[in-house]
């Protein structure tokens, strides 16, 4: 499949809502409470590329799939219940989604990949993250791309399940 990743752009915005919108949906289906509570949205979604943290993937000139990636900006991650593998620099993301017509082709592991290539670009050798308890995917995606569980923490008030990568430097 012919792809790329780049940083997200404020014309992006229609195609990234949407994006955001059927993955909405697809929780709801799901039977989720996760983001069924006005999070995201297109606020949240401009602030991440007004911030230059937003990321698509891109395939055939159309967004297949978006995703926020930060360094060191989750103070939530601060109250972790439970214990990090580390206490260094680290990379978090956010808000990943895949356009339903791409569900099932491996764009999330490619958004993984790039996630991963984004934090050794930047020297970093930790990536944590947070699903819902029962978001069977994500937890999946984590169990295959060797993520560690590392305990709980909460937004807006529910709890998540955290994990954390760490890889090795790169020689």
Partial sequence: MNYQSRKAELADLPQIWTILQQAILRR????????????????????????????????????????AILINDEPEYDNLQ???????????????????????????????DYIESFARQHHIYSIKADTNFDNAAMLHLFAQTGYVYCGEVYFRGSPRKAFEKVFALSL
């Fill in 82 to 112: 439970g214990e990090w593998l580390t206490l260094a620099d680290f990379v978090v993301f956010h808000r990943i989604a895949v356009a339903d017509e791409y569900l099932g082709k491996g764009l999330a592991r490619l958004m993984f």
């Fill in 28 to 67: 709801k289906a799901d039977g989720s409470n996760q983001w069924q509570d006005g999070y995201p949205n297109p606020e949240v979604v401009a602030n991440d590329i007004a911030k230059e943290v937003g990321y698509v993937l891109v395939v055939q000139d159309k967004i297949a799939a978006y995703c």
